[in-house]
């Protein structure tokens, strides 16, 4: 197993657990906390500008909650921005679940999330089908419904370089898959990670 798909150990587990995020209010919580009970897919975003995120983001919010319900799960999705700019997130990517910011990006290291690059797709490989937008039109949206929507946010939104990854956590303080970015449009598809939860979509 590569190390952008090797699960993280003991040590690495209980270091995430002890790290603090912040909800939508600004309200500090343990990572353990949110994954003490429940299976969770857990979902590191880049920074809260990034278009091609948000698209994938938009995938998870239309999953149905009733097929979350059925395979005992829930969706987190953790950026690493100023949690301020949470709401207006969760407002253009058109998702109403659970999100956090992990502003130092504790969270990201511990879980080896220490990739930082702004390359797109390599030549050769497939783009993933979440990235239906190119690069320029990205860009523009993404400018559009970030900086230039609210000004205040620009210089919260998490480092542009940083690159996130999909987890499998729980029930408790275990990790039954990960999938760490290579490059800033490698999220895995969704049907595929909701396969590895057990959530069966229509």
Not at 8 to 24: F, G, H, K, N, V
Not at 76 to 81: E, K, L, N
Not at 175 to 199: S, W
């Amino acid at each position: 197993m590569s190390l952008r798909d090797s699960l993280p150990d003991t040590s690495s587990l209980e270091r995430a657990s002890a790290c603090e995020i912040q909800d939508e209010n600004g309200n500090k919580v343990t990572f353990g906390s949110i994954i003490a009970n429940k299976k969770t897919v857990v979902v590191f975003i880049r920074h809260f500008f990034c278009g091609m995120c948000q698209l994938y983001v938009e995938q998870l919010g239309a999953i149905p909650q009733t097929a979350l319900d059925a395979a005992e799960t829930k969706i987190v999705v953790i950026g690493c921005g100023d949690y301020r700019a949470l709401p207006q997130y969760k407002e253009n990517a058109n998702y109403n679940g659970f999100i956090y910011a992990d502003s130092d990006r504790k969270l990201y290291f511990a879980l080896g999330l220490d990739i930082e690059t702004t390359a797109r797709t390599p030549a050769g490989e497939e783009k993933r089908s979440y990235v239906t937008q190119g690069f320029y039109t990205n860009l523009w949206n993404s400018m559009k419904r970030g900086p230039f929507r609210d000004p205040s946010l620009i210089g919260k939104q998490g480092n542009f370089n940083q690159l996130g990854g999909d987890f499998i956590f729980g029930p408790g303080n275990t990790c039954t898959l990960a999938h760490r970015m290579q490059h800033t449009q490698d999220h895995m598809e969704v049907a595929d990670l909701m396969k590895a939860a057990g959530v069966s979509l229509p």
